[in-house]
T-cell receptor, first 113, second 113 residues
Framework: GAGVSQSPSNKVTEKGKDVELRCDPI?????LYWYRQSLGQGLEFLIY????????KSGLPSDRFSAERTGGSVSTLTIQRTQQEDSAVYLC???????????FGNGTRLTVT | AQKVTQAQTEISVVEKEDVTLDCVYE???????LFWYKQPPSGELVFLIR??????QNEISGRYSWNFQKSTSSFNFTITASQVVDSAVYFC??????????FGKGNQVVVIP
């Protein structure tokens, strides 16, 4: 596709369940980022991929959060044993080089009940 | 530590008026990039402008213009002759590290027809 695709667009899950969020970036975007957007915290960096490697995972809030990227393309963000404070919009973005403008997806709105 | 402050939370203007968004940043880096992104109701962040710390020349691009002043650590953004389609949240961001972005809290711009 022409843009960054994220799925699902909305996810409602019960506390304690695991969720997987998917990001399909623009072809050729070697850098991939996950950000989280919530009312209280604004936009927070979670993790950065260069190719399939994640040189910067420092933004992941706890060990319940993990992410992987395969084929230098699709990435999944997994949240285990979800908590209510995990409710937020999870945004994926891709870019082609250092300090290049990022192309964001529409996000996945996660609600933990 | 990097920090971006957007003091105004919501700004309402009547269509065709100009609107200026203030952004103040903090960084110890000598080389950095500053960005403005727009987030319409659809959710995806859209890149608008980028400026590096070495270039303080202010520019105009269509109805957008920006005023970068390193001496006051400010990177203000102006929309001239606002239109209803400009209604969105606007984020100022500062890059650091692996192209990580530190975002401000955003300015909600409401253009009244």
């Amino acid at each position: 596709g022409a843009g960054v695709s994220q799925s699902p667009s909305n996810k409602v899950t019960e506390k304690g369940k695991d969720v997987e969020l998917r990001c399909d970036p623009i072809s050729g975007h070697t850098a991939l980022y996950w950000y989280r957007q919530s009312l209280g915290q604004g936009l927070e960096f979670l993790i950065y991929f260069q190719g399939n490697s994640a040189p910067d995972k420092s933004g992941l809030p706890s060990d319940r959060f993990s992410a992987e990227r395969t084929g230098g393309s699709v990435s999944t963000l997994t949240i285990q044993r979800t908590q209510q404070e995990d409710s937020a919009v999870y945004l994926c973005a891709g870019g082609v080089g250092l300090n290049s403008p990022l192309h964001f997806g529409n996000g996945t709105r996660l609600t933990v009940t | 530590a990097q920090k971006v402050t957007q003091a105004q939370t919501e700004i309402s203007v009547v269509e065709k008026e100009d609107v200026t968004l203030d952004c103040v940043y903090e960084t110890r880096d000598t080389t950095y990039y500053l960005f403005w992104y727009k987030q319409p109701p659809s959710g995806e962040l859209v890149f608008l402008i980028r400026r590096n710390s070495f270039d303080e020349q202010n520019e105009i691009s269509g109805r957008y213009s920006w005023n970068f002043q390193k001496s006051t650590s400010s990177f203000n953004f102006t929309i001239t002759a606002s239109q209803v389609v400009d209604s969105a949240v606007y984020f100022c961001a500062l890059s650091y590290g692996n192209n990580r972005l530190a975002f401000g809290k955003g300015n909600q711009v409401v253009v009244i027809p």
